[in-house]
């Protein structure tokens, strides 16, 4: 038996792996046979590769699906920006239009 403190490799039991309760998803408990061969690790709570592939794949959409609400938002954003610089630019203009009009009115009289 091969014990690397994650991972327990024997022949005679299918690999597991050890996942956080946090994203244990339908997780198998695995007791301790008693024969002191599990190296001192007291940890019972113990995933297949395929548990924890599933629940990789799960956390994976799940951020994929928040990067696309991030990048809604960004989007939104820079669509806001780009209207309030249109804004700007106009009213800038105008003013500047209106303030040389006045200006010329009241130099040519």
Do not use: C
Not at 9 to 15: E, L
């Amino acid at each position: 038996m091969q014990n690397d403190g994650n991972r327990v490799d024997n022949p005679d039991k299918p690999t597991v792996t050890y996942i956080h309760p946090e994203l244990q998803s339908n997780h198998k408990t695995l007791h301790n046979d008693g024969n002191g061969s599990d190296g001192g690790n007291t940890m019972t709570e113990f995933v297949t590769h395929e548990e924890l592939n599933h629940a990789v794949d799960k956390l994976s959409d799940k951020i994929d699906l928040q990067t696309e609400k991030i990048n809604t938002k960004f989007a939104q954003s820079d669509s806001k920006l780009l209207k309030s610089q249109i804004w700007m630019m106009g009213t800038t203009i105008t003013v500047v239009a209106l303030a040389t009009t006045i200006l010329g009115f009241v130099l040519s009289h």
